[in-house]
């Protein structure tokens, strides 16, 4: 048998929530009564929550601004870390062009003589026996003139200029002859160019020659230019040929000193 409602009985259900919602509007007209009849007691009351609010407040506040200070320290940090690994590259790129000008020119305090050339491509880059230079006519630089390596090494002559550029020919250019002397005794003989920095010549096959032998160029006095790797001898023949070693790696060059020769008139 189903239980009946009376409107009374429904009226009554909603107490517990009047009871609540009572109690806000009484603590509302509280408020409202203390800051119009005692506004002074309503500081006090309400003091305590306004301090904590604002102290909520400052700590928040505290707390962005720790993180934003420590975002900025550490932007600030790698980029100190990143100009650091910028100088050193730069230090080491300064050590190692001081290393390789002293090996070319030595300790000398006094200008050297020539032209100082960086070598913007060698082989395989450039083709076999060829260097490019980074100094051409602006600098003095001209066709014919001789270039050196580490500690006067001749290795051979511009070939062409451009203002800003040069090409040398490097006296072991396939086929290049040039003129020079093997020894103490000064045999002389002609150097036949085959490549890579290679020579070979040939001599009277009972020339007292060894390996080992030095081998030189004319250029202001006998300047050497490789030695004698291998000799090679046919009974048949009266000669003896010579394979010569370079003394620098034409694979290997970075600086060389170009001959400055006064222009024309």
């Known amino acids: 048998m189903k239980k009946r409602f009376s409107p009374r009985h429904n009226i009554l259900l909603p107490r517990k929530s ?3 919602g009572g109690a806000v509007l009484a603590l509302a007209a509280l408020v409202v009564l203390l800051r119009f009849v005692a506004p002074d007691a309503l500081v006090a009351v309400a003091r305590p929550a306004w301090s904590f609010g604002a102290g909520v407040g400052s700590g928040l506040n505290a707390l962005s601004d720790l993180f934003r200070d420590g975002a900025s320290r550490e932007a600030e940090r790698r980029r100190l870390v990143e100009e650091t690994a910028t100088l050193s590259a730069e230090n080491t790129i300064l050590a190692e062009r001081v290393r390789d000008l002293e090996g070319l020119l030595g300790t000398r305090s006094s200008a050297p003589e020539g032209i100082v050339a960086g070598v913007l491509a060698r082989p395989p880059v450039a083709p076999y026996d060829i260097l490019i230079t980074d100094q051409g006519s602006k600098a003095g630089v001209s066709v ?10 001749p290795l051979g002559t511009v070939e062409s200029v451009t203002e800003d550029a040069s090409r040398v020919t490097l006296y072991s250019a396939p086929s290049r002859r040039t003129e020079g002397w093997i020894g103490a005794s000064r045999i002389p003989v002609t150097l036949i160019g085959e490549g890579a920095g290679v020579f070979s010549a040939s001599v009277p096959r009972d020339a007292a020659i060894v390996a080992g032998d030095a081998v030189l160029i004319p250029g202001g006095g006998a300047l050497p230019i490789g030695s004698i790797e291998t000799i090679e ?16 790696n034409p694979f290997s060059i970075i600086w060389v000193t170009i001959e ?4 024309l008139p």
Do not use: H
Not at 144 to 153: E, M, N, Q, T, W
Not at 260 to 263: A, D, G, L, T, W
């Open 233 to 248: 001898t046919d009974p048949s023949s009266p000669l003896a040929t010579l394979f010569i070693r370079p003394l620098v």
């Open 260 to 263: 400055k020769r006064e222009p």
């Open 18 to 20: 009047w009871g609540i």
């Open 144 to 153: 014919g003139a001789s270039v050196r390596g580490a500690g006067g090494i």
